[in-house]
């Protein structure tokens, strides 16, 4: 079945530094949305990425999807200690039946 | 902003006892999930309704696990007996639509423990 990957599995950041999660599938994608986690929290979505080489931005997070559609990253420029959590990336297929299969994740952890 | 209601917020049951746990989507939304997060993981589907009906529950574990929304509003899923290795975060999220770019909203979850 599809696999989604994630590196890596935890960074930890001085305040104030960039950080980045990877993320691969082992199928071509149809889309790919991104998922935060804060600690105790459950996943609320973040952006969705549809097109080839496709790159979004939100303030200090910037995300993109690869030109074969299987992989994604988010890089987030001068991390706050607001950005602590998980981060999961969800691919989508549209093969019979349309799924979302989630990552592995990266959890992000800040110190200050 | 409306959410997905889930119930109860934790679970503490012994080994082959049954669970049960409820979840309210977001009202219109006609897709819903059952996912099960191992701390450390990502979420793993377990089931995917459209409307009432079952359209994946291909990663469900049948001898015990059932789930159902009969009235296509409201869901619940069972464990019947539960294991020591289903302690787990019961996580439910629903989509306006079954197509795949259509954002997930989940709600809180149910972390259960088993003794």
């Known amino acids: 079945g599809q696999q989604v990957m994630q590196i890596p599995q935890y960074q930890h950041v001085q305040e104030g530094e960039d950080f980045t999660t990877y993320c691969n599938s082992s199928?071509?994608?149809?889309?790919i949305q991104w998922y935060k986690q804060r600690p105790g929290g459950h996943p609320v979505f973040l952006i969705q990425?549809?097109?080839?080489?496709e790159v979004k931005k939100q303030k200090r997070l910037t995300f993109q999807f690869g030109e074969a559609k299987k992989n994604s990253s988010l890089h987030i420029t001068a991390t706050q200690t607001t950005d602590v959590g998980t981060y999961f990336c969800a691919g989508g297929t549209n093969f019979g039946n349309e799924k979302l299969t989630f990552g592995t994740g990266t959890r992000l952890t800040i110190i200050p | 902003e409306a959410e997905v209601a889930q119930s109860p917020r934790y679970k503490i049951t012994e080994k082959s006892q049954a669970v049960a746990f409820w979840c309210d989507p977001i009202?219109?939304?006609?897709?819903l999930y059952w996912y099960r997060q191992i701390l450390g993981q990502g979420p793993e589907l377990l089931v995917q309704?459209?409307?009432?009906?079952?359209?994946?529950d291909s990663q469900l574990p049948k001898d015990r696990f059932s789930a159902e929304r009969l009235k296509g509003v409201d869901s619940t899923l069972k464990i019947q007996p539960a294991e020591l290795g289903d302690s787990a975060m019961y996580l439910c999220a629903s989509r306006r639509a079954r197509q795949v770019n259509e954002k997930l909203f989940f709600g809180s979850g149910t972390q259960l423990s088993v003794l």
């Open positions: 199928t071509t994608l149809s889309n």
């Open positions: 990425l549809v097109k080839s080489g």
């Open positions: 309704f459209q409307d009432e009906s079952v359209v994946d």
């Open positions: 009202s219109g939304h006609a897709t």
